[in-house]
């Protein structure tokens, strides 16, 4: 190994400009790669840095915040929520963003009372960022997702996609929002009665699964966390 071609994991932290625990981060997500000294201490290609550079700088100073999402609280349990949040940390870094606020919540797509979307939406307001970075459409909110769009815009805030496509999960979590629709709706209308409309509701889809059927809410994506471990 030529030392002169390699460097340490301070000095390589220092030209990029992030900390020598990001660098390790990295080379866990297989962004940047690193050898070993006989003692065991990392070292980095010096080109290899500097191509990470030039790529950091296509991106340099914009400001990213990151929101993740699901659902339920076994969603959460099982470490969606987790895995969701680091997938898009990893796409911050590699579009080269500075992510200056990472929000990961669970709450209903249909929730307008989330208290991690509002902390963005302030956010915003104060111009505190450039780009809000979400792994699907969906993951900001499941109706009107255009009006949060033009309102960030408003604010010189546009928002990315991780990916086009949303997870099999999709389907279960559009269910549980249709359900707490009709029955929000139900009350309005029949009060107590609503109780065992939304049970009938509940059984009719349950039944629909049971039996095998093609899902009412169209065909089911490959979810990356069903693979997970």
């Known amino acids: 190994m030529d030392m002169e071609e390699y460097l340490s994991i301070g000095k390589a932290a220092k030209i990029l ?5 990001t660098l390790r981060r990295w080379e866990l997500a297989k ?4 050898e070993r000294t006989p003692t065991g201490y990392r070292r980095y290609r010096s080109d290899q840095i500097m191509r990470l550079l030039t790529k950091r700088q296509v991106g340099f100073g914009t400001r990213c915040v ?18 969701q949040k680091e997938r898009l940390l990893e796409e911050a870094q590699k579009r080269g963003y500075d992510p200056v606020l990472v929000v990961a919540e669970q709450a209903s797509g249909i929730n307008d009372k989330r208290r991690g979307l509002w ?10 960022f450039d780009v809000l970075l979400i792994e699907f459409p969906d993951r900001l909110a499941r109706f ?5 769009t033009e309102y960030l815009r408003a604010f010189d805030v546009r928002v990315e996609t991780a990916r086009d496509m949303p997870p099999a999960s999709f389907e279960e979590e559009l269910t549980r929002d249709l359900i ?3 029955t929000v709706f139900s009350a309005r209308l029949y ?3 609503s109780k065992g409309f939304r049970k009938k509701i509940t059984d009719t889809i349950q039944e629909h699964h049971e039996k095998g059927g093609e899902s009412p809410f169209g065909h089911s994506h ?6 997970a471990p």
């Open 17 to 21: 400009g992030v900390t020598p625990k």
């Open 31 to 34: 962004t940047i790669q690193s």
């Open 66 to 83: 990151v929101y993740a999402r699901v659902s339920s609280a076994k969603q959460s349990r099982d470490g969606n929520l987790e895995r």
């Open 119 to 128: 902390r963005v939406l302030h956010l915003a307001e104060k111009r505190g």
């Open 144 to 148: 009107g997702y255009r009006y949060l």
């Open 180 to 182: 707490t629709i009709l």
């Open 191 to 193: 009060g107590r009665r």
């Open 222 to 227: 490959e979810d990356p966390d069903s693979a």
